[in-house]
């Protein structure tokens, strides 16, 4: 999957609305990435391992019981909308993104892998902003 992902972000990085939303954090004019943009990562990471709970642990799993494996596409939805106001391209690609972490989730009984790879595309999302920004230039 992050062999999809990869490519499809570099695409993206370099069009006007990815720039204008990417990177969240932005290091300074001559600032290092060490060490505000690793802390700054670090915290962005808790953030995916809190929304991957929320949204492919608690409503996938705890919504299986009784729906079954509609439960994916009933955490679709608001999933999708947590994606409004970023970039279009991103925002389609949250419904495909939605459905294939939560039947990952769901036949792996687990959102570890959904957290690895959410993440992936998010860093990566940001370094692809960094470079486009000409940070990684000399």
């Given at each position: 999957m992050l062999g999809i992902m990869f490519p499809l972000v570099y695409f993206a990085s370099r069009t006007h609305s990815f720039q204008a939303r990417y990177p969240f954090y932005t290091p300074d004019s001559g600032e290092s990435l060490w060490p505000n943009f690793w802390i700054w990562q670090m915290i962005y990471f808790c953030q995916f391992f809190a929304l991957e709970?929320?949204?492919?642990?608690?409503?996938?799993?705890?919504?299986?019981?009784?729906?079954?494996?509609?439960?994916?596409?009933?955490?679709?939805?608001?999933?999708?909308m947590i994606h409004f106001g970023k970039p279009m391209g991103e925002t389609f690609a949250a419904i495909f993104a939605?459905?294939?972490l939560g039947m990952m989730s769901l036949k792996s009984r687990s959102i570890a892998?959904?957290?690895?790879?959410?993440?992936s595309v998010a860093i990566t999302m940001d370094m692809a902003a960094l470079w486009q920004e000409g940070f990684f230039q000399q």
């Open positions: 709970f929320f949204f492919r642990g608690f409503l996938v799993h705890g919504l299986k019981k009784y729906v079954g494996v509609y439960s994916i596409i009933i955490m679709t939805v608001p999933y999708c939605g459905l294939a892998l959904g957290v690895f790879l959410h993440y």
